[in-house]
């Protein structure tokens, strides 16, 4: 019964910004590091950010840093993406997963094969 469920994602010019959520149930949120990734058409699905589980650390792939922000709050069980200065290669689906595994320099969490489960995915379009 575990489910996560991301909403938030919408229309957006470039430039503009989007906040994405995702609502976490069934699991113990706070022993699970949490991530962002997204799959544009025809492409592979991507990191894009990851947090451990007390919210200390993150960790972001180059092509965002500086203008996505992933943060959680354990209370809500709820993870966020923050995400300014939208472009147009921005455009996805972007999903939440879920991993047990610990964070830590040496493994940041990157991989889809790192995650236990995932969420259904919010589509996020970014116009020119």
């Known amino acids: 019964q575990v489910q996560l469920v991301e909403s938030g994602g919408g229309l957006v010019q470039a430039g503009g910004s989007l906040r994405l959520s995702c609502a976490a149930s069934?699991?113990?949120?706070?022993?699970?590091?949490m991530g962002w990734f997204r799959q544009a058409p025809g492409k592979e699905r991507e990191f894009v950010a990851t947090i451990n589980r007390s919210g200390a650390r993150t960790f972001y792939a180059d092509f965002v840093k500086g203008r996505f922000t992933i943060s959680r709050d354990n209370a809500k069980n709820t993870v966020y993406l923050q995400m300014n200065s939208l472009k147009p290669e921005d455009t996805a689906i972007y999903y939440c997963?879920?991993?047990?595994?610990?964070?830590?320099?040496?493994?940041?969490?990157?991989?889809?094969?790192?995650?236990?489960?995932w969420g259904q995915g919010t589509q996020v379009t970014v116009s020119s």
């Open positions: 069934g699991l113990a949120f706070s022993s699970y590091a």
């Open positions: 997963g879920a991993s047990s595994r610990y964070y830590s320099t040496s493994n940041r969490i990157t991989g889809t094969d790192d995650y236990d489960y």
